[in-house]
C-alpha cells in the first residue's frame, strides 16, 4: 500500500474512533445507537492493553445486552450518575470537564474554556445560539474536535495539498497535547471507577487506551506525517 494510502486510511479510522467516543460522553445511547453499536466490527486483534480490554468488555456487554428500553433505561441512568453526579456521595463522579480536572479550584471554565472556546471559534465550529450550551472543555467536544481535524488532514491530503495536510496534523499534536493528553487519564480512570455499567466501564478503558496509543503516534513527531 503506498504511504499516502495508508496515511489515509489512519486517518479515516483516528476520525472515526474519535467522533464515536465524543458522542459517547455527550449523551446517551437511544435504542437505535445501541443497536447499531451492536453491529460493530470491534478490531479486537489490532488492539492491546487498555484498548483491547476496554473492546473486549464492551463486546461482551453488547453481545448479551438487548436494545430494549430497559438496557437504554439502565445506560441513561448510569450516564447520569457517573457524569452528572446524579444520586451520586461526593467524589463518586467522573465530570468530563477538563476544567475540572486541570484549573485551579477544579471548577467549570476558565482558562481551559476559554482556550477551547476560542479553538473552536477559529475553525468554524461555534455551536448554536439556540442549543443547549455545552461547556467548550467538554470530552466530548474535545474528541469531537480532533475529529474535525482528522477529517481536514484526510480531505487536504486528498486533494494532494500537502501544506494544509501538514499545517493539521500540526494542529491535533498542539491541541492533544495541549489539552487532552494532559487530563484523560484521570477522567478516564474515575469514570471506570464510577461507573456501574459495563457499558461507561468499557469506553472509559477504550478512550485511556486510544489516546494512550495516540501520545505514541504524535512522540515521533512530523516525519512519520510525510507523505509521497
Known amino acids: 500500500m503506498a504511504m499516502n494510502e495508508a496515511v489515509a486510511m489512519l486517518l479515516r479510522q483516528r476520525e472515526s474512533l474519535y467522533r464515536l467516543l465524543g458522542g459517547v ?21 489490532r488492539a492491546e492493553g487498555d484498548l483491547k480490554e476496554g473492546y473486549a468488555r464492551l463486546a461482551a456487554y453488547l453481545g448479551e445486552a438487548g436494545a430494549d428500553a430497559e438496557t437504554v433505561e439502565s445506560i441513561a441512568a448510569d450516564y447520569a450518575g457517573t457524569f452528572l453526579a446524579a444520586g451520586q456521595a461526593q467524589g463518586l463522579a467522573a465530570f468530563p470537564y477538563e476544567s475540572v480536572y486541570r484549573d485551579p479550584g477544579r471548577g ?4 481551559s474554556g476559554a482556550e477551547t472556546a476560542a479553538l473552536y471559534r477559529e475553525k468554524g465550529l461555534e455551536p448554536d445560539p439556540g442549543a443547549f450550551k455545552i461547556p467548550s472543555d467538554h470530552i466530548g467536544l474535545e474528541l469531537s474536535f480532533m475529529a474535525h481535524l482528522c477529517r481536514q488532514a484526510a480531505l487536504a491530503l486528498a486533494h494532494g495539498n500537502t501544506a494544509n495536510y501538514l499545517g493539521y496534523m500540526g494542529e491535533q499534536a498542539d491541541f492533544l497535547a495541549a489539552h487532552l493528553f494532559r487530563w484523560y487519564r484521570g477522567f478516564c480512570d474515575d469514570a471506570r471507577r464510577c461507573a456501574r455499567t459495563d457499558f461507561y466501564r468499557a469506553f472509559a478503558g477504550i478512550t485511556k487506551g486510544f489516546l494512550e496509543q495516540e501520545e505514541r503516534y504524535f512522540e515521533g513527531g512530523a516525519g512519520q506525517w510525510a507523505t509521497e
Not at 467549570?108 to 482558562?111: A, D, N, Q, Y
Request: charged fraction near 35%; avoid cysteine; hydrophobic fraction near 45%.
Open 108 to 111: 467549570l471554565g476558565g482558562v
Open 25 to 45: 460522553y455527550l449523551e446517551e445511547p437511544d435504542a437505535a445507537r445501541l443497536e447499531a453499536m451492536k453491529k460493530m466490527e470491534l478490531p479486537l486483534d
